[in-house]
């Protein structure tokens, strides 16, 4: 674009910032914010945030606040980017001092801050969190913040709390979302409630991930029930075998057609 003669605008930045997280490549970020501050689009607060949301999660949290501090104007995506830098690498301390001095917050700033208590396993913290979350009138638990809090009731063994959440999951449609299905399965598997483990295994189905047979497996042989456990296990194992045989085999028919069209080119039939 450059090359011909085309200038970036601050719309550019936000897409580039962007594809460089998806490449981990902090010299390539380092490249892009000079050219962004060369452009003049700082004061720009989408590209600004996006700028600060590319360090954070390039785990570069020095460069990702000294933006954050920088900016002259911040709004709510621009302090939630920041929290979640600082849960992401589980400095949690920092991301409540953040939590704490937001001027406004939505269920994105909570939700950031509960998942990093789940995922730093300070679950008692996760769940008066959202406990706190569950009292305001205008703020609703989504899909995210029901996967993140959901860990917290299974290692409590808050088994009524963590049914209460999912009656609203349920409800709002957000069993439909694997992590969601995957975090109540883990729930009832730990808090020693296999057979209701087993209907929400069998309600995921074909959806499934080796986190809902792991966490079906482990709650049967945790729950002293090995034999089926090491059943599961070997259907896991047949199915994960056929799987395979079936990817391999749909490989090798691509390539087959591929060869086939190569092969039948005029131009190749020259040679």
Avoid at 61 to 73: H, I, S, Y
């Amino acid at each position: 674009m450059r090359l011909h003669g085309y200038p970036p605008n601050q719309h550019t930045f936000n897409f580039l910032f962007s594809a460089c997280t998806s490449l981990c490549s902090l010299p390539l970020a380092q490249f892009l914010h000079t050219h962004f501050v060369k452009s003049g689009f700082q004061p720009d607060l989408f590209a600004a945030t996006a700028l600060l949301d590319m360090y954070a999660k390039l785990g570069t949290l020095e460069f990702a606040r000294k933006v954050f501090d920088e900016m002259g104007k911040r709004e709510i995506p621009s302090w939630n980017a920041m929290i979640a830098g600082y849960t992401r690498v589980g400095d949690m301390e920092e991301a409540l001092e953040l939590f704490k001095l937001m001027p406004c917050r939505n269920v994105v700033s909570w939700t950031a801050v509960i998942s990093g208590y789940s995922r730093s396993k300070q679950y008692e913290k996760a769940m008066g969190l959202f406990l706190r979350m569950e009292r305001l009138k205008d703020i609703r638990p989504n899909e995210v913040t029901v996967a993140s809090i959901l860990p917290a009731c299974a290692n409590l063994g808050a088994l009524e709390i963590g049914q209460r959440i999912e009656e609203y999951a349920r409800k709002n449609g957000f069993f439909k979302n694997l992590y969601v299905g995957n975090a109540v399965l883990e729930m009832y598997a730990k808090c020693g409630n296999i057979d209701v483990a087993w209907r929400v295994f069998e309600e995921i189905g074909t959806l499934g991930n080796v986190c809902s047979w792991n966490s079906m497996i482990m709650g049967l042989a945790v729950h002293g029930q090995c034999s089926k456990a090491l059943e599961l296990y070997d259907q896991m194992m047949v199915i994960r075998t056929a799987l395979a045989l079936f990817l391999i085999f749909f490989a090798d028919a691509i390539i087959y057609q591929f060869l086939e069209v190569i092969l039948n080119c005029p131009s190749f039939k020259q040679y």
